[in-house]
């Protein structure tokens, strides 16, 4: 069996929900792609292929097994001297093919995840950002195309407003914005590191196996594993601080923290050890592109499992794949949600894999949207909307009055500028 073969490279594109801001302050309404040759195409691909040589895999698999912030330990787990290690990763992180952050435990934080796939109405895509925006407890916004025209979105809602949440969703639809949306709640991420043996570090070349992936998922599964059940845990505005920025930079210093909430350096390591003690940490994210942005394309994926113990064995062989980012299981249901990052020609051979495994009843069925990355918007979870006395603030009356005054707004606009992109080829930088 030959196995597929595409050129490496590392990751210069934040897509996760790490970031305290928008990715673009005016992603619609004004020109933000320039010009580019092919000469400068070529360059920008090799480029990025060279950084991902066997140092830097080297460190960044011993960062994901041994931590993020000890980078001593890093050096002596890899045998590269420290200040070596210190270089590298300064550099990758510098050149932004290096990001790392948390996944809290949301449960813990009385908030559950929630995945929207909203379809806009002709004419009123520009308004449908800013009405997903309203509650402002979302985490990711990004224009979609696919099984849905729209926007994908997620949401981090405290746990008792779920119903008040999806009634928001109704009147998104009721105002005329969106014709229909599609809700899955979803239970706590995983972000794999790709698998790096599937890599080749001389030839720069990732190994394809799909024959391999295809008998792995038509294995006979084992028993379904027991779900971990999270309850509200104990933590205050302070504790949430130290989270918010922990997903923003998995490697903030102790001293940045302390100089923020003006607490002495042992205070704010007390509380740190409490948090990762207490499970409010639920993983360190090691972020780092596997494949070439220009080359490669980025999707949502919903693959719905016959059983249980098929989700569960699903589950162990896309955390093994190294085009799979993200995956979350869909509460109430044996499905998955997985965010795809593959290079283009490899996009037919996952379809194919997908179909194999559904002829084999091992899938009742799956759905996937395209994600734009040059309209991800992104921040924390809604930590400023928790107050220590009254816990997480959350109106629905308000927002629905915020939304008609969108909606409003829109309708008296006689005139809206139309700016094309100027360039097929997006820049990540």
Known sequence: MEANRV????????????????????????????????EEYLEKINR???FLDHGNVKIVTAMRK????????????????????????????????LRTWI??????????????????????????????????????????????????????????????????LEKIVASGIGTEYRLLWLEEARSPLPDFSYYDAEKKTWTFDWPRWLDAF???????????????????KKDLIIL??????????????????EMTVPAVKYRFDNLARSGFIREYVIDMLPFAPEISD????????????????GEKVLSSLPMVMTLSRVEGANSIAVRIYLPRTQMNNLLTLLSALARRGVLTGFTY?????????????????????????????????????????????????????????????
């Open 244 to 261: 918010k920025e922990l997903v923003k930079d998995g490697r903030t210093k102790l001293t940045q923290l302390a100089a923020l909430l």
């Open 103 to 168: 996944h809290p435990n949301y449960a813990k934080l009385g908030l559950v995840r929630a995945m929207v796939l909203l379809t806009t109405k002709p004419g009123r895509e520009l308004l449908a950002p800013e009405a997903l925006r309203v509650p402002g407890y979302w985490l990711r916004l990004i224009r979609c195309m696919g099984d849905c025209n729209g926007y994908y979105s997620t949401h981090a809602i405290p746990l008792e407003k779920r119903w008040d949440f999806e009634q928001y």
């Open 7 to 38: 050129p490496q490279l590392p990751r210069r594109f934040p897509c996760r929900e790490n970031l305290e801001r928008f990715r673009l302050s005016n992603a619609f309404f004004g020109p933000y792609l320039s010009q580019i040759s092919p």
């Open 66 to 97: 041994y931590g993020l912030r000890n980078l001593q330990l890093i050096a002596d787990k890899t045998n590269i001297p420290r200040p070596t290690v210190h270089a590298r990763v300064s550099k990758l992180e510098k050149e932004g093919l």
């Open 369 to 429: 949207v395209l994600l734009d990355p040059m309209t991800i918007r992104t921040q924390t979870f809604a930590f400023k909307y928790y107050e220590d006395r009254t816990g997480w603030r959350y109106d629905n009356l308000e927002y629905f009055e915020q939304l008609r005054k969108v909606a409003s707004a829109f309708d008296k606009e006689d005139h809206t500028q139309v700016i094309f992109q100027n360039a097929p080829v997006p820049s990540f930088q």
């Open 298 to 313: 980025l999707y949502e994926m919903v693959l719905d499992f016959q059983t249980r113990e098929g989700l569960c064995n």
């Open 218 to 236: 038509a294995a006979k599964p084992a028993q379904a594993q027991r779900k971990d059940i999270s309850v509200p845990g104990t933590f205050d």
């Open 48 to 50: 990025f292929v060279s």
